[in-house]
């Protein structure tokens, strides 16, 4: 790292500990009012490190923003999910693809944190499979009237702003006929279906969300019409970076209360750092977590020089979830009893780490694709 990415680290684990962590237990337990603390990440300018400031943002780039995600989560990743739901998710594309307009009324207030945005691709019958889309949005005169479901959304049922994929040419494949648009929540026949009570991720809201003849302005279409899927492909890379960024707070975090753990706990009149087979886990989450780091930055870098990335993003991705889940199930062993129990937040990191494996992409996914690129680069 730079001087300059080592100084703003340090600044933003010391925001992240006096801002977030008096919140953490309250965003676990799912009170509302603690999300209220996402408009002082805003003002801080930890929501837009990836837009330039006439958007809200500070335009540090993709380097700066792996460095906050994972203070963040090493804190708390449901926040965190909910922050790059809005932040990334709904943002990045509207920042890529949208007008001066879009982007003033719905980039701008996201990255201050005065609004928050959600993304909907995933459908009941829609998952991996991202060409399958069935919602449909169907002109009107200069409206689209959007039908159809959306489940697995965060932030869906708080979200102001959501990012909606939906079948605009049937008679094409959806890969040619599917278009982006911007939905505003409070218009007439957006609903919460279901909010789904989760593993782990407590905190952020995830719902079912239904679309019943939502009325769509055609100046809110973002990008191209039926050019949907460029806008869906567009960020991924940047996407599945920021996520293993957010594993490798998650796997910090848990590693952190295996050290401190191991270092009081007596057992045989002896610290149990003491023991082989307590210390020698330390070490191999030490070893994971340093190469999940430096395949994360690897891929951060290669998008910010704007090089090839997908298989650098798919590894970092890949690899930094497997280190989150043994990291976390290694530090609950450590912790013995205690790590069971809610006493001590190991079980709420196993609970955290075991997403990232399904979302954003699911681990066969990841792997289709990086054997996909190795084949290519053998000329195969
Ligand atoms: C908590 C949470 C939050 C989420 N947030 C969002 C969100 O904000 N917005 C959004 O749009 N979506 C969101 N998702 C959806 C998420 O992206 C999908 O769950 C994910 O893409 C997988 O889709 P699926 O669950 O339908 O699984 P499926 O695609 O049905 O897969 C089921 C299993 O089959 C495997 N599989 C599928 N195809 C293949 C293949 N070709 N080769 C090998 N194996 C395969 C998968 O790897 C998986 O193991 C979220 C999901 C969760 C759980």
């Not at 003002?43 to 943002?57: N, Q």
Request: aromatic residues 8%.
């Amino acid at each position: 790292m730079t001087e300059k990415e080592q100084k703003f680290q340090a600044k933003a684990r010391a925001f992240v500990e006096r801002n977030l962590a008096p919140f953490a237990e309250k965003i676990e337990r799912g009170e509302k009012e603690a999300w209220d603390v996402i408009r002082k990440f805003g003002k801080a300018g930890y929501l837009g490190t990836r837009y330039p400031p006439e958007f809200g943002g500070t335009g540090l780039g993709l380097v700066h923003e792996v460095l906050v995600t994972e203070e963040i989560c090493a804190v708390s990743a449901g926040f965190d999910m909910a922050r790059v739901a809005s932040c990334i998710l709904f943002a990045h594309p509207t920042f890529e693809f949208g007008t001066k307009e879009q982007k003033e009324k719905y980039l701008k207030p996201v990255a201050q944190g005065e609004k928050i945005g959600a993304l909907c691709i995933t459908e009941p019958n829609v998952g991996s499979d991202v060409a399958g889309t069935e919602t449909r949005a169907v002109k009107e005169g200069d409206k689209f009237i959007i039908n159809g479901e959306k489940r697995f959304i965060t932030n869906g049922p708080i979200a102001d702003f959501l990012l909606v994929y939906g079948i605009t040419d049937p008679s094409v494949k959806a890969k040619r006929g599917m278009t982006a648009f911007i939905v505003e929540s409070k218009w007439k026949g957006y609903e919460v279906i279901e909010e789904y009570e989760l593993l782990g991720m407590h905190g952020a809201h995830v719902g079912h969300m239904g679309f019943r003849d939502v009325e769509v302005p055609a100046e809110n279409v973002l990008g191209t019409i039926n050019d949907g899927f460029k806008v869906v492909m567009a960020g991924l890379n940047a996407e599945r970076t920021i996520l293993a960024a957010e594993m490798n707070g998650v796997a910090r975090a848990a590693m952190e209360e295996a050290i401190r753990y191991s270092d009081e706990r007596m057992q045989f009149r002896r610290k149990i750092r003491e023991f082989e087979g307590i210390s020698f886990k330390i070490a191999d989450m030490s070893v994971k977590l340093e190469a999940a780091r430096l395949l994360t930055m690897k891929a951060a870098r290669l998008i910010e020089a704007g090089l090839p990335a997908t298989k650098a993003a798919a590894i970092a991705k890949l690899y930094a979830c497997d280190t989150a889940i043994e990291t976390a199930t290694n530090a609950l062993q450590v912790l013995g009893g205690i790590g069971y129990t809610r006493k001590r937040p190991v079980e709420r990191y196993l609970r955290d780490a075991r997403l990232m494996s399904i979302g954003g992409g699911t681990a066969e996914i990841l792997r289709y694709l990086i054997q996909r690129e190795v084949y290519k680069e053998h000329g195969l």
